[in-house]
Every structure is written in structure tokens, then in C-alpha cells.
């Protein structure tokens, strides 16, 4: 059964209002993980995180602005992989821009390997929509330059709103995508600030990319949540669950 885990960027906002009482409602939802974000910036994560029975499996950070403090908090947290999450979309605009992104995550592989810590990328929309590099879709061409130990995360949503046929992509990578970005939606462009909806309520065809991922780790998100955030993941996990 593969491993159900939160991107902790949704509920962002409710961090912030209500640390403790966030993190009580994430423990009843049942669970596998969690997946923190910016993990170099927030020193109460591991204790926060223990003291209501959650582990972080995977996140995300700034491998490639700060590599040091990066290895550090993973280290700390017990984190099994790291992705980077985000890389300009003007640098994927060329072949020089990509491989800057491919080149300094390659260069970090050994140093977390070491560590017991995969590392690798995850998308947004505009990967996919990047101008080709010699006849090759810009996000392919960027996966042939990357050490072959590095790690996939491929965020459904944004894969299907770039045009991708999100489950050819995950039958052409295989075992190197190990963690989904899975949400639903409208499929607006990612700068539109539309919200997110409930697994199984937009215009996303789930069932074949979950159908296709029995293994991966399946890593609830919303950009953007309009109505009740806590609620809709609560619903979202349940769904989940239910396949």
C-alpha cells in the first residue's frame, strides 16, 4: 500500500495562528508521514513533531542555497529524502539554466548519500512548458543530466496543467519517482492563485496516476485552500484511503 504523507505548506497559514493545535489535528487524520517544508528555518519541527506522534519522512529546502543547514535539520528530523522546490522558470528557458539545476544537485548526491538521505527535484507547471532543448521536452532533458541516484517527486497537478500525460511519465521514470505531489483542481496555470479542491472533486484524473502508484509515497497538497483547510485534508487523506 503505498505511504500517505502532507506537504505541511497547506496549512501554512494555520502554523503560524496555531502551532500545537495543527499539528494535534494532523495526528488524528491517520497519517503515514509528513513532509515539511523550508526545514533549515524552523528549529521547532523535530520537537513539535514528536510530541504529537508525527514523523517527517520527506521535505522540502533549499539544497542548493544552503546545503549545510539543509543536511543538518534533515539529519536531525530522520528524513529519508529531500527535494528541492523550485527553480526559476526563466532558467528553464535554456540548456544552461537546466543544467545549473542538474549540475549542483549532482554535486550534492555523495554528501547526503553519506547520510543516508536521497535528494532530488520537484516540479511546477512551467517545467513542461519550457521551450524543448535539441528536440527533447525541457523536464526530460533535465532528467537525462541528473546522476542516476537522485530522486523524483512529481507534483500530479502541476504535470497535468504543463500538458503532461502524468501516467506515462510515471511508467517512463519508474523507480525514480518515489513521491506524488498528489491535489485537484481547476488546472489553471500556477501563477493563476486558483485554489485547490478536495481529491476527487476537479478536473484531475486521479484514479490511473493512483492506479499507477501503489508504491510511491502519495503526498497531499494544496496550494491553496478557500474554504477550510484542515477539513479538506481531513477529506482528501479519506479519499485516499478509501481506493
Do not use: C
Not at 81 to 102: M, N, R, Y
Not at 179 to 186: A, E, F, N, S, T
Amino acid at each position: 500500500m503505498a505511504t500517505v504523507s502532507i506537504q505541511l505548506y497547506t496549512l501554512r497559514d494555520q502554523f503560524e495562528s496555531d502551532r500545537d493545535g495543527t499539528l494535534a489535528a494532523l495526528a488524528t487524520m491517520g497519517l503515514d508521514e509528513v513532509e515539511p517544508f523550508g526545514i533549515e528555518h524552523f528549529d521547532w519541527l523535530p520537537e513539535g513533531l514528536a510530541a504529537h506522534g508525527l514523523k517527517a519522512g520527506s521535505a522540502h529546502a533549499g539544497l542548493l542555497a544552503d546545503p549545510d543547514k539543509v543536511l543538518a535539520a534533515a539529519t536531525k528530523l530522520g528524513i529519508g529524502s529531500v527535494f528541492q522546490p523550485f527553480w526559476e522558470p526563466e532558467k528553464w528557458q535554456d540548456a544552461a539554466g537546466i543544467a545549473e539545476l542538474a549540475d549542483g544537485l549532482n554535486a550534492l548526491v555523495d554528501r547526503f548519500a553519506e547520510a543516508g538521505i536521497t535528494i532530488g527535484y520537484h516540479n511546477h507547471d512551467w517545467e513542461f512548458l519550457a521551450p524543448e532543448v535539441d528536440g527533447v521536452p525541457a523536464y526530460d532533458y533535465f532528467v537525462s543530466l541528473l546522476d542516476d541516484r537522485a530522486r523524483l517527486e512529481v507534483d500530479t497537478y502541476w504535470a497535468s496543467a504543463g500538458g503532461r500525460d502524468v501516467p506515462a511519465l510515471l511508467e517512463q521514470y519508474g523507480d525514480r519517482i518515489t513521491h506524488l505531489h498528489i491535489k485537484d483542481g481547476p488546472l489553471q496555470p500556477s501563477r493563476s492563485g486558483a485554489a485547490n479542491v478536495v481529491l476527487g472533486t476537479g478536473l484531475v484524473d486521479l484514479p490511473p496516476i493512483l492506479d499507477a502508484s501503489p508504491d510511491r509515497t502519495l503526498v497531499v497538497e494544496f496550494d491553496y485552500a478557500a474554504i477550510d483547510p484542515i477539513d479538506e485534508v481531513r477529506q482528501s487523506i479519506d479519499y485516499l484511503r478509501a481506493r
